[in-house]
């Protein structure tokens, strides 16, 4: 199984290809550290118009890397949230039309999880139980991972 990952929760623009079995195929990313470096900060409404700028060239740039097509993907997933709220409708949107295009799946992932389980993919992933503490921009997290489906969330 073939997965394309989008996420646009803030002010990166990142786009992976995963295969089960031979792992990370392609990623790209693009910062938007510049545009938003004469505000001292993100500026939400600048940040969604330049994903939907870099978002499918992003995409096309990974498959070529891959070198695979549409008809090599099984599924894509992309970032529901937490984040900026015109960012994630952007990737979520350009998500699921593709998957609606392609005729696979779409998955909303949230972006703590994604986080959180990311270690998951790694040739030694830790053993549950295990307790995380999580800080990512503005959200931060202490869970106590039971599985990759049962995670506690102690605050």
């Known amino acids: 199984m073939r997965i394309i990952g989008i996420e646009t929760s803030c002010d990166e ?4 290809i995963y295969d089960e079995h031979k792992g990370l195929l392609a990623h790209k990313l693009y ?9 001292g900060g993100v500026v939400p409404e ?10 499918i060239p992003l995409i096309k740039a ?13 599924g894509i ?6 984040g900026l ?3 994630l409708l952007v990737g979520a949107t350009i998500g699921r039309s593709l998957a609606y295009a392609w005729d696979v799946p779409a998955v909303p ?7 959180l389980l990311a270690p998951m993919l790694e040739d030694n992933p830790p053993p549950f139980p295990f307790v995380a503490v999580l ?6 997290m202490i869970v106590e991972v039971r599985s990759i489906w049962r995670i506690h969330h102690f605050g």
Do not use: C, F, W
């Not at 990974?62 to 099984?74: G, M, P, R, V, Y």
């Open 31 to 39: 910062s938007q550290v510049k545009l938003h470096a004469d505000y």
């Open 85 to 87: 709220v015109g960012a």
């Open 62 to 74: 990974a498959l070529a890397e891959a070198n695979l097509t549409s008809d090599d993907i099984d």
């Open 13 to 16: 623009t990142g786009i992976a």
């Open 109 to 115: 992932v949230h972006h703590m999880e994604g986080h």
């Open 46 to 55: 600048l940040a969604s118009r330049d994903h939907v700028k870099k978002t």
């Open 77 to 82: 997933a992309y970032t529901a949230g937490p």
């Open 135 to 140: 800080v990512s921009g503005g959200h931060s």
